[in-house]
C-alpha cells in the first residue's frame, strides 16, 4: 500500500546534541525521498534528498540515510540549533502508471530543542 | 527555487459557503499540486492542476466539492465549495518545473469552517 510513517511522533533533544529522525517507508519501487520541514505557521521547506542509487547525502548539517533493504530512512541534524525546533516531514516520491508522480508524506516528527 | 504566494492567509467561513484559494508563482512551472493538512496531521494531495486540461484528483476527493483551474503556468485556484466544519484545514499549493528534483510549497492558507 501507500503508507510512509514515521517511529517517533516528538523528539526533544538539548541545543548542541545531535538529533536523529526516522522515517519507514512501504512502497519499494519509490525511488527518491525527500525530508521536509514545518515550522509552526508556514508551508514545508525543503531541506534535502536523496535518490534510491544512494544511501546517505550530506548537506550543510544535515545528513539523510537512506536503507532499502529495510525500507527504512532517516535525518540526521549535527548540533541542533532552536531554529531546528519544528515538524520534519519525510516523502516519498511514487511513480504512477502513466509517467505521472505524487508525492505521499509521512506523519510527521516534532522536534523541540531546549537551549 | 520559487517564490509562491497564497492568497488568502486564512479566513473564517459559514457552513455551506464556498471559498476560493489563489495560489501564484514567480515564474512558469510544469506541476501544480494542492494538498490538505488538517490540524495537527500530515499532508494529504488532493489533486494535481493540469494547465489547459481537467484537474486529476486523488482518491477522496471530486471536483464538485474542489474545483481547479489553472489557467497559465503560473497561476492556480481551488475551490472549497459547500463548506462543512469538516473541511478546516490547512491548504496548500506546491509546484515542480522540469529539471527541478523538489517540490516547493506556498505559506499555506489557514481555513475554518463554523
Known amino acids: 500500500g501507500e503508507s510512509v510513517g514515521l517511529h517517533l511522533p516528538t523528539l526533544s533533544v538539548q541545543e548542541g546534541d545531535n538529533s536523529i529522525i526516522n522515517c519507514a517507508y512501504s512502497?519499494?519501487?519509490?525511488?527518491?525521498f525527500i525530508w521536509y520541514k514545518q515550522e509552526s505557521g508556514k508551508g514545508p521547506q525543503f531541506i534535502i534528498d536523496i535518490r534510491s542509487n544512494m544511501d546517505k547525502r550530506q548537506g550543510q548539517r544535515v545528513t539523510v540515510l537512506l536503507n532499502k533493504t529495510v525500507k527504512h530512512l532517516s535525518l540526521q541534524i549535527a548540533a541542533t540549533q532552536p531554529g531546528d525546533s519544528a515538524v520534519y516531514f519525510c516523502?516519498?516520491?511514487?511513480?504512477?502508471?502513466?509517467?505521472?508522480?505524487?508525492?505521499?508524506f509521512g506523519k510527521g516528527t516534532k522536534l523541540t530543542v531546549n537551549p | 527555487s520559487a517564490v509562491i504566494s497564497q492568497k488568502p492567509s486564512r479566513d473564517i467561513c459559514q457552513r455551506g459557503t464556498s471559498l476560493t484559494i489563489q495560489c501564484q508563482v514567480d515564474?512558469?512551472?510544469?506541476?501544480m499540486f494542492w494538498y490538505r493538512q488538517q490540524p495537527g496531521q500530515s499532508l494529504t494531495l488532493i489533486a494535481t492542476a493540469n494547465q489547459g486540461s481537467e484537474a486529476t484528483y486523488e482518491s477522496g476527493f471530486v471536483i464538485d466539492k474542489f474545483p481547479i483551474s489553472r489557467p497559465n503556468l503560473t497561476f492556480s485556484t481551488l475551490t472549497v465549495s459547500n463548506m462543512s466544519p469538516e473541511d478546516s484545514s490547512i491548504y496548500l499549493c506546491?509546484?515542480?518545473?522540469?529539471?527541478?528534483?523538489?517540490?516547493?510549497f506556498g505559506p499555506g492558507t489557514r481555513l475554518t469552517v463554523l
Open positions: 516523502a516519498e516520491n511514487l511513480r504512477l502508471q502513466g509517467g505521472s508522480e505524487k508525492l505521499v
Open positions: 515564474s512558469q512551472v510544469t506541476m
Open positions: 512502497n519499494s519501487a519509490s525511488d527518491y
Open positions: 506546491s509546484v515542480e518545473a522540469r529539471g527541478w528534483n523538489e517540490q516547493f
